[in-house]
Nanobody, 123 residues
Framework: QVQLVESGGGLVQPGGSLRLSCAAS????????MAWFRRAPGKEREFVAA????????DYAASVKGRFTISRDNAKNTVYLQMNSLKPEDTAVYYC????????????????WGQGTQVTVSS
């Protein structure tokens, strides 16, 4: 049974940092690309960042590039999202996703999803 479990969300002040984690099980993690998406209140789910199976390629949405860093540890079956210089507009539920085929920013292209973790950026 495939499981993706996100953690690390919470309330943070503008300019602060958080690190999200996503623990994977039930599939061959090291063979899958991983990604983070988010859904802000009243908006559609959107792409945030992706990483291929061996960490040789990463991709970021323009809105987070230079502030967020995606990484993975295949020995721990975990993907991370380090978020720095957080802004109120980063407030959203953050989801991790897995797919055999790397590169897509489209929600529909990703096979497996976690339940999400809430990130709130507010003073």
């Amino acid at each position: 049974q495939v499981q993706l479990v996100e953690s690390g969300g919470g309330l943070v002040q503008p300019g602060g940092s958080l690190r999200l984690s996503c623990a994977a099980s039930g599939f061959t993690f090291s063979s899958y690309a991983m990604a983070w998406f988010r859904r802000a209140p009243g908006k559609e789910r959107e792409f945030v960042a992706a990483i291929n199976w061996d960490s040789s390629r990463t991709d970021y949405a323009a809105s987070v590039k230079g502030r967020f860093t995606i990484s993975r540890d295949n020995a721990k079956n975990t993907v991370y999202l380090q978020m720095n210089s957080l802004k109120p507009e980063d407030t959203a539920v953050y989801y991790c996703a897995a797919d055999r085929s790397p590169g897509s920013r489209l929600v529909a292209e990703w096979d497996y999803w976690g339940q999400g973790t809430q990130v709130t950026v507010s003073s």
